[in-house]
């Protein structure tokens, strides 16, 4: 099993431009989370999605952040414009039940 | 100006001690309740979980207690080894309700083991 795939794993771009994020979930999970991690503060939800519906997306941050799933194999979280603010490493995770969830490696973001 | 990050606890142990990493939670409504490691660069990985109808789990080399009553959880690792060296995770989540879904993580615990 490969597990969570993430990708970019790491992503430099200048402040302004737009930053795609990808996410491919375990085969067979029905639910796919999209998470922040900074020092500041720790891991946050940002949006979680049930058989490919965003069903929360009370944590992202503001509306230059949006994300998609258009299949069950697939997701997309878009900053457009970045900010050097948006720093962090974003972590992809699924799950097949409300318990246990499965990590993707990250991807590290420097928006300089 | 320099941000002020996170101050994480940490614990330090020789290799082959055991290792005691604790945690208090807030929601009394939670009923489910995980550990996760995370090792430098990479992503969370699940180490245990416990439900609330029990007080103590184990796995290979580690056990999860659970205190219902002062909120509290714990995770003991038998004979630590450097290869356990991480940042650990408590996470909760309610048992019911719309957010059933959702963990909410701790801030973490890094733990280091010195050879």
């Known amino acids: 099993d490969a597990g969570v795939i993430q990708s970019p794993r790491h992503e430099v771009t200048e402040m302004g431009q737009e930053v795609t994020l990808r996410c491919k979930p375990i085969?067979?999970?029905?639910?796919l989370f999209w998470y922040r991690q900074t020092m500041m503060r720790g891991l946050e939800l940002l949006i979680y999605f049930n058989n490919n519906v965003p069903i929360d997306d009370s944590g992202m941050p503001e509306d230059r952040f949006s994300a998609k799933m258009p299949n069950a194999s697939f997701s997309t979280l878009k900053i457009q414009p970045s900010e050097p603010r948006d720093s962090a490493v974003y972590f992809c995770?699924?799950?097949?039940?409300?318990?246990?969830?499965?990590f993707g490696p990250g991807t590290r973001l420097t928006v300089t | 100006g320099e941000s002020v990050g996170l101050h994480l606890p940490t614990l330090s142990v020789q290799e082959g001690d055991n290792s005691i990493i604790n945690c208090a939670y807030s929601n009394s409504a939670s009923d489910y309740f995980i550990w996760y490691k995370q090792e430098s660069g990479k992503g969370p990985q699940f180490i245990i979980d416990i439900r609330s109808n029990m007080d103590k789990r184990q796995g290979q080399r580690v056990t999860v207690l659970l205190n219902k009553t002062v909120k509290h959880l714990s995770l003991q690792i038998a004979a630590t080894q450097p290869g356990d060296s991480a940042v650990y995770f408590c996470a909760e989540k309610p048992g019911s309700g719309g957010s059933n879904y959702k963990l909410t993580f701790g801030k973490g615990t890094l733990l280091t083991v010195n050879p």
């Open positions: 995770a699924s799950s097949h039940s409300v318990y246990e969830q499965y």
């Open positions: 085969s067979g999970h029905n639910s």
